[in-house]
């Protein structure tokens, strides 16, 4: 393995593991008895670590942290199967490894330690929750791919991709956790033990990143 691949998957890696343990975190507020919090509190959360983390890692590796990114990135060329499958191993690895020490840390206070991209429709509906997954990624891709591969943010590209998660947060947070990351669905509901709505969540989110790939790779290409 190069140099640069091996520091391009140890960014994914540190990227995706703070983006899981400080994600998950946030959320985790919310269930503390007495907290006062609310959407806007995830919302910020994780829109500003995501900024942050595009900044410090975006030149290194890409600035996936997501699964979904990365499948979007690979249907439409951007990079090759193998880099691709490395990506989503360490991707996958991170966000449990972030969940399970956030679990273990803060598993003696108050509320729940695990953070579950989950929301009032996973348990009453899940396939309506999937398919907001999937139009919450598919927008989000959209916005990476636009300001950032087509180069349409310039130095602004990470605080637009940042007000973008945090949008669609704010959007379907109640609904669905609005995870649009399987990395991110997957590690808390490991931790939690309760795998049963990440199936559902994978077609959606990972459908959601894919279509986005296909659209702004191959379909909606400005000059």
Not at 68 to 89: C, H, N, Q
Not at 100 to 129: C, E, H, K, R
Not at 158 to 172: H, K, T
Request: without cysteine; aromatic residues 10%; charged residues 5%.
């Amino acid at each position: 393995m190069d140099r640069k691949l091996g520091n391009a998957l140890l960014a994914e890696f540190l990227g995706t593991f703070a983006l899981v343990f400080i994600g998950a975190a946030v959320v985790a507020t919310l269930t503390i008895p007495n907290s006062n919090g609310s959407v806007v509190v995830p919302a910020l959360g994780h829109g500003l670590i995501v900024l942050a983390l595009v900044v410090a890692f975006g030149s290194v590796s890409g600035g996936h942290f997501n699964p979904a990114v990365t499948a979007a990135m690979l249907v439409a060329g951007k990079i090759p199967v193998v880099k691709s499958i490395l990506y989503w191993i360490v991707q996958f690895a991170a966000a449990i490894l972030g969940a399970l020490v956030l679990s273990f840390l803060i598993g003696s206070a108050p509320g729940s330690p695990y953070g579950q991209t989950i929301g009032v429709m996973t348990g009453t509906n899940l396939t309506y929750a999937a398919v907001l997954e999937g139009i919450g990624t598919f927008l989000f891709v959209t916005v990476i791919y636009q300001v950032a591969i087509n180069g349409k943010g310039g130095n602004l590209a990470p605080i637009a991709i940042g007000l973008m998660l945090s949008a669609v947060i704010l959007a379907i947070g109640v609904y669905t956790g609005a995870s649009v990351n399987p990395a991110r669905t997957l590690g808390p509901a490991l931790a939690a033990g309760d795998l049963s709505y990440v199936p559902a969540y994978f077609i959606g989110i990972f459908a959601g990143g894919i279509l986005a790939g296909l659209f702004n790779g191959y379909l909606y290409k400005p000059e």
